[in-house]
């Protein structure tokens, strides 16, 4: 079983950064792809990043692309996700997620944090 805790959300205002960070509870965490999704209020899940075991290879949603670099340290067993410029639009609970492949879709991640919110004022 791996456990996530996400962390580092706020209010912010446009323009502003933000650092999400994702702390794993076990090893296995190096054997996983992450990846980071969010969901605003009435919306569905959408993805936003991801990252595979090693870090060598990330994915991102183009709306976020240029602004959002995930990655990750696998000696603090830690995702993270810097967020700069950041928009209104970027306003959602963010959640992060373990799975053993990288991938956009939501159903092939096993395992999910908690989520923390981001709430982004124009």
């Known amino acids: 079983q791996v456990q996530l805790v996400e962390s580092g959300g706020g209010l912010v205002q446009t323009g502003d950064s933000l650092r999400l960070s994702c702390a794993a509870s076990?090893?296995?965490?190096?054997?996983?792809?992450m990846g980071w999704f969010r969901q605003a209020p009435g919306k569905e899940r959408e993805f936003v990043a991801a990252?595979?075991?090693?870090?060598?290879?990330?994915y991102y949603v183009d709306s976020v692309k240029g602004r959002f670099t995930i990655s990750r340290d696998s000696a603090k067993n830690t995702m993270y996700l810097q967020m700069n410029s950041l928009k209104p639009e970027d306003t959602a609970v963010y959640y992060c997620?373990?799975?053993?492949?990288?991938?956009?879709?939501?159903?092939?991640?096993?395992?999910w944090g908690q989520g923390t919110q981001v709430t982004v004022s124009s």
């Open positions: 990252i595979n075991w090693s870090g060598r290879n990330t």
């Open positions: 997620a373990a799975g053993f492949n990288p991938s956009i879709n939501s159903y092939d991640y096993d395992y």
């Open positions: 076990r090893r296995t965490f190096s054997d996983h792809a």
